[in-house]
């Protein structure tokens, strides 16, 4: 008879440039491989974990969280301690709590929201390599924040799908927001919906540019 196990998630942050994306792969240091090592040697044997979002590679993340079982009697401040001090420099454990046996991160999730960040024209600063898209050219932004409002609502989004063939039940979704600002050189836009396409937002984000 197997031990008992509860189920909970975990919040976690990461610096997408040292991996190859969210998803695992062998042979590649991805963000939900490192989290998996580190879970699997605090409590031994295979422990997996099922994230709300495949982010691609280089894609950072503020506050994305992962479910997974773990055994019953497991103190969660401990095990967050642990955790700690095993996670690469590049990932940041944020919070972890109990959940319901039946939340799971990703079916369960009812919304995601994308930060895209642009720096136009120049040369791009030292400290804003692999975290920005560096256009060159100028951009109008006001434009691009007119065109967005667009996107709000519900819609069939399979044009922004970059694979036609990727595994998804629908292609319809909500999108919620949609808002771009700029700051000088840097454009920031906005998009939160229930949920997205594969490669969806870079799609968008081409196609207002």
Do not use: C
């Not at 509860?6 to 969210?22: C, K, S, T």
């Not at 031994?44 to 950072?60: A, M, Y």
């Not at 995601?112 to 920005?132: D, H, M, N, S």
Request: no cysteine.
């Amino acid at each position: 008879m197997s031990a008992p196990e509860r189920n909970v998630a975990l919040l976690v942050a990461y610096d997408g440039r040292p991996f190859h994306g969210w998803q695992r792969h062998p042979g590649r240091p991805t963000v939900q491989g490192a989290i998996e090592a580190a879970l699997s040697e605090v409590l031994g044997g295979e422990r997996l974990i099922e994230g709300s979002g495949r982010t691609d590679r280089g894609v950072h993340a503020d506050g994305q969280v992962a479910t997974t079982r773990i055994p019953a009697d497991t103190d969660l401040q401990e095990l967050g301690e642990a955790l700690h001090a095993r996670l690469a420099p590049d990932v940041h454990l944020r919070a972890i709590e109990d959940v319901a046996s039946d939340v799971h991160a990703r079916t369960s999730a009812t919304g995601k929201t994308y930060r895209y960040e642009i720096f136009q024209g120049g040369e791009l600063p030292a400290e804003l390599e692999l975290r920005v898209w560096h256009v060159k050219r100028s951009l109008a932004w006001k434009p691009m924040a007119e065109a967005a409002q667009h996107l709000v609502g519900t819609h069939d989004f399979a044009t922004f799908a970059a694979n036609a063939g990727f595994d998804r039940g629908s292609t319809v979704r909500t999108m919620h927001a949609a808002r771009v600002e700029a700051d000088g050189p840097r454009i920031t836009v906005w998009l939160e919906a229930d949920g997205f396409l594969y490669k969806m937002v870079r799609t968008v984000l081409r196609a207002l540019a």
